[in-house]
């Protein structure tokens, strides 16, 4: 008897390992009760009787009737965890009570409709919303219309201002635009529209009750802290680019294009599972190096001689890296490459050093223009370290998150952030220097978590220092075999 049960426990444990390698899709997004811990976080900071509105992104069209391939609003996800259009949340500072209903919030969601979802995919819908994002009281969008709410008994109404670029679909009754009609109208337009008020003492009433502004310092201020939660997707994100970047290096040769370097990276993050990339590709070789958001990456040999500068960050489930690594395409940086690349490097560690709780966020910044300034003039690229200049037209610190630049206070560093550190040097043809020095482009980031025992650099996986690039690159590429038919 107690073998058989042995027998059959064991046949389980294999059959279930079997059946739980590799989901059908992923499972590793944030829970819902993470973003219900969000919506009671935002709650706590709402002022007396108010409510906060937050809409989903607009579907935003690319050319005739192709759109961009759909990507939420951060604040919106970050509250919600809803990751389809057309979609709306209300978060009450208290309880409510419709209909004998009692609730602090409620969701609007794309109800389930077989036809659309034959032609866009499937939509969770309002069961959805209830059971996988926890939402209790949930609707369809087209029931928001006749939702009997009374927006005028709220002292305050938060909202963003409607700057997107939301248009109309006239085969959807409920699309986001005529959310935002609906939500204008229970407002009232006048009330929105404080140039169009017909009397001063509306004006007066409106002001007071309106608000465009609070709601997304409230969000900066909750999405600068990263939740634990929220660590574990960005660390994979930023390791997933680090694994991104050695396979560049790996594969690199003078030969090879700004695209396929790009393609290497995204196959890498692919494989990984990430959706996205965070922002455009940055691709430079030689002087496109120095074009800060170069994203045509289309040089079709990145040259001998010539140093490439790759910014790249994988997004993994809505969480983006930013990780910049420059090497040179033969595997060996020339003199003055070297001299300007170990410079960077300087910089940048001496501003990570800085990335202390307490410090101020700005700090690494000066830290690292100072070092560079000085840098530059020992090289005689400037005269002075007090000449004014061009060569690093940026700042260095930036958070990440749900957005490659996330929101964030700029105070003092706390623990939890993450913020990149990312000095730069670019010089380029035709600059007031050495002509030695032209066409070089150099910028070094990576992704920092401020810790309570200092800073931890999450994307340190890649090697930085130039003799490690320069030793990995001399490692075998799994593409060196990689030959495609001629199609010329
Ligand atoms: N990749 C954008 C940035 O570095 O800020
Ligand atoms: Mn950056
Ligand atoms: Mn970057």
Not at 147 to 156: G, M, N, P, R
Not at 173 to 181: G, K, M, P, R, V
Not at 234 to 240: S, T
Not at 453 to 478: Q, T, Y
């Amino acid at each position: 008897m107690k073998s058989h049960f042995y027998f059959f426990f064991i046949l389980f444990l294999i059959l279930s390992n079997a059946y739980s390698q590799k989901p059908e899709t992923p499972q590793d997004y944030l829970s819902k009760d993470f973003h219900k811990n969000r919506r009671e976080a935002l709650r706590n900071m709402m002022p007396p009787n108010s409510v906060a509105v937050v809409f989903a992104n607009p579907i935003r069209n690319r050319s005739n009737d192709v759109d961009y391939v759909y990507h939420q609003d951060p604040n919106f996800y970050y509250l919600t965890g809803y990751r389809e259009p057309n979609a709306m949340v209300l978060i009450f500072k208290d309880e409510q009570t419709l209909k004998e209903k009692t609730f602090n919030e409620v969701i609007f969601v794309q109800g389930r409709n077989a036809y659309a979802e034959m032609w866009t995919g499937k939509r969770i819908g309002v069961v959805g919303a209830q059971d996988e994002l926890g939402f209790r009281v949930a609707y369809s969008g087209n029931e928001f219309k006749s939702y009997e709410i009374d927006f005028s008994k709220f002292d305050k109404i938060i909202f963003e201002n409607f700057n997107n670029d939301v248009r109309d679909d006239p085969r959807d009754n409920a699309d986001l635009f005529n959310l935002i009609e609906s939500f204008k109208e229970k407002v009232s337009f006048d009330l929105i529209n404080l140039n169009n008020m017909s009397t001063d003492k509306m004006k007066v009433e409106s002001a007071k009750k309106i608000d465009t502004k609070m709601l997304s310092a409230f969000m900066t201020t909750l999405r600068e802290v990263k939740t634990p939660d929220e660590l574990k997707l960005l660390k994979k994100a930023v390791e997933i680019s680090a694994v991104g970047q050695i396979e560049i290096m790996k594969a690199m040769h003078p030969n090879m294009s700004e695209a396929e370097v790009q393609g290497v990276h995204e196959f890498v993050y692919k494989k990984y599972g990430a959706e996205y990339e965070g922002y455009p590709s940055i691709v430079g070789a030689g002087g496109n190096g120095c074009i800060l958001h170069y994203v045509e990456n289309n040089k079709m040999n990145v040259g001998d001689g010539a140093l490439v500068l790759m910014d790249l960050g994988a997004e993994y489930r809505g969480y983006t890296a930013d990780v910049t690594r420059t090497i040179p395409a033969n595997g060996k940086f020339t003199v003055e490459q070297k001299l300007i690349y170990d410079l960077v490097y300087e910089a940048q560690e001496a501003g990570i050093a800085a990335y202390k709780i307490g410090n101020g966020v700005y700090e690494p910044n000066k830290i690292a223009i100072k070092i560079i300034n000085e840098g530059l003039a020992k090289l005689g690229i400037i005269e002075s370290a007090k000449t004014r200049h061009r060569y690093l037209p940026h700042g260095t610190s930036h958070h990440i998150g749900l957005d490659v630049h996330d929101p964030g206070n700029y105070g003092k560093f706390e623990e939890n952030m993450v913020v990149t550190m990312e000095p730069g040097i670019y010089i380029p043809e035709g600059s007031d220097c050495d002509e030695k020095w032209w066409g070089i482009g150099v910028r070094i980031e990576d992704d920092i978590l401020i810790t309570k025992n200092g800073p931890v650099n999450l994307s340190a996986m890649a090697p930085r220092k130039s003799d490690e690039i320069e030793a990995m690159m001399k490692k075998n590429s799994v593409l060196t075999d990689f030959n495609l038919p001629n199609l010329d």
